[in-house]
């Protein structure tokens, strides 16, 4: 028996990701979209996420929040869709997966809080220094259309939404790689029509 997924999401979030995740993944689900302010630190959906931040989802009785995570989760529970490599081939797809998640959202996002690093500090911080976070993935795409391996993958929507987002708004700098790349994953249908229904219900509030 089929287990109901609820997506929990905001159109002005990180939700987009998910929401793409889960058009590639062509799983079927029912979304709830949670206000910011009061609907977002509510008793009941701190149930959801104690954080009280979205996305996050519920399936069946599993709850998972974090989108790398929810990423990761949906691959593997909707094989069919092919969003994770088979996993004796899943060290360069976790690598980029958790690398984006990890010291590259915190350098962007230090970098955007005006946080920069002095020479002691880089030895502490995860990330470094944002430049360093930025060649590295940067040098990485370097003639790829994927990030892990040669197929597109759910590490493709975690980290090509996390470029695709700092692009947009400024937030990373503008590389050839970059931009090819995230060109690429632009033109996929999924990827459209997952923007499209963000786009809507960005519009009708």
């Not at 998640?101 to 500090?121: R, V, W």
């Amino acid at each position: 028996m089929s287990r109901e997924l609820i997506f929990y999401t905001n159109p002005m979030s990180r939700g987009q990701i998910v929401r793409w995740m889960l058009e590639e993944s062509g799983a079927k689900y029912q979304q709830q979209v949670v206000e910011y302010g009061p609907d977002m630190k509510s008793e009941e959906y701190l149930q959801i996420n104690p954080m009280g931040k979205v996305p996050a989802i519920k399936h069946g009785d599993t709850i998972v929040t974090e989108c790398s995570a929810i990423c990761a989760y949906l691959a593997d529970s909707f094989p069919d869709a092919g969003l994770a490599p088979a996993t004796e081939n899943r060290g360069e797809y976790y690598r980029w997966l958790f690398f984006a998640a990890g010291p590259f959202e915190s350098g962007i996002t230090n970098n955007n809080l005006g946080f920069t690093t002095d020479q002691e500090q880089q030895r502490t911080a995860g990330y470094g220094t944002y430049d360093l976070v930025l060649s590295v993935l940067d040098q990485h795409l370097a003639g790829r259309q994927f990030v892990a391996g040669d197929s597109f993958s759910a590490a493709d929507i975690y980290v090509g939404s996390q470029v695709d987002f700092g692009l947009q708004f400024g937030s990373i700098k503008e590389t050839d790689n970059f931009n090819a790349y995230v060109e690429g994953l632009r033109s996929r249908p999924k990827y459209q029509l997952a923007k499209q229904k963000d786009m809507a219900l960005m519009l009708d509030q």
